[in-house]
Every structure is written in C-alpha cells, then in structure tokens.
C-alpha cells in the first residue's frame, strides 16, 4: 500500500495578501486619483505616439540618407524642381532632425511639422501612383505626425520641461507663471 504524503497547509501567496503587491496597488490606485484620470494617458500616449514615429523617422530613414548623402543624391525626387541636392536636404532635415525633435519633444511642434511635410511630400509626390501597401507607412507617420502638431507634445516632453525651469508654465495643469 502507497503511503499518503503529509498534508501541506496552503497559505496564500505574499503577492495576494493583503498587504502584497495587489494590496499596494489597490491602495495607490485609491489614494492617486491622477493616475485614473484623462490627462495621464492621453499625455502618456503623446510620449509613446512622438518616441516611436520620432525614432523610426530618424533611425530607419533619415540616417541613411545623412550618412550615406552623397551617394543619395540621384535617388530622391525633386518635386519642387530645385535640383536633387536641396531636395536631399530637405529629406534629410524632415526625417532626421524632425524625428529627433519630435521623439525628444524639444521644439516637438516643429517637428512634428517637418516630419508631416516630409510625409506628405513622399506620400503625395514621391510614391504617387504607387500601390497602397508602398504607401501605407508614410500615411501613418503624416497621421501621426500631424496629430502631435496639432494636440502638442504633452506633460512629457523637453519643451515641458524647459518651460517649466523658465516659469512659463509647462502643460496643461502647471501652476502659471508668477507676476512681478
């Protein structure tokens, strides 16, 4: 005959007890009525929208044609007709610096300018008669793009912080700037 093994007391987990993780969790969601509100995430989303467009704008496209200029110069379209060179850097001012500026959020609006104006010029210039699916990219950095133009850079952004250190303000719920 099997013996049976001893039976085990079944405690709990830490993490469910009421002081574990869920207990402080529970707690903080109580005690921060901040962090049930709509400008948490609306501000967080302007920070993942400007970070992931801003750094595949700069790294994917604009890199390569900084680095490699002078070997790019025939392959970029002039749609203005002022030589393929300026139209290069144009290119290059769009989709690097504009997508630094936008991830960053330094100057995030005029970021957000270039990388739209960039956008659409490939959109609606450079691939213009291509397929959907050759285009759907830049479709979505101009959307992008022009959504951080117009709602702004958010809470989380260089230009908040900057603003806020020169007592300008700094976002939507900072105490406003101090008359003398």
């Not at 509100?37 to 790294?59: F, H, K, Q, T």
Request: charged share 15%; with cysteine.
């Amino acid at each position: 005959m099997l013996a049976r093994p001893p039976r085990i007391k079944h405690h709990p987990p830490q993490s469910l007890a009421p002081g574990g993780f869920f207990g402080i969790l529970t707690s903080l969601c109580h005690s921060l009525p901040v962090a049930l509100s709509r400008e948490l995430p609306s501000n967080i989303v302007l920070l993942v929208l400007r970070a992931v467009v801003g750094v595949n704008m700069a790294c994917l496209h604009g890199w390569d044609k900084l680095h490699h200029f002078s070997s790019r110069l025939g392959s970029v379209p002039d749609p203005f007709g002022i030589g393929p060179k300026y139209s290069l850097m144009i290119a290059v001012a769009g989709e690097f610096f504009g997508g630094i500026l936008l991830a960053s959020g330094l100057v995030g609006r005029a970021g957000a300018f270039l990388v739209a104006f960039v956008a659409g010029l490939t959109l609606f210039s450079g691939l213009h008669g291509s397929a959907w699916h050759e285009r759907e990219l830049w479709g979505l950095y101009l959307a992008a793009s022009l959504t951080v133009l117009l709602l702004g850079c958010g809470r989380y952004s260089l230009d908040s912080v900057v603003w806020k250190k020169f007592g300008k303000g700094g976002g939507k719920g900072s105490p406003s700037p101090t008359k003398k």
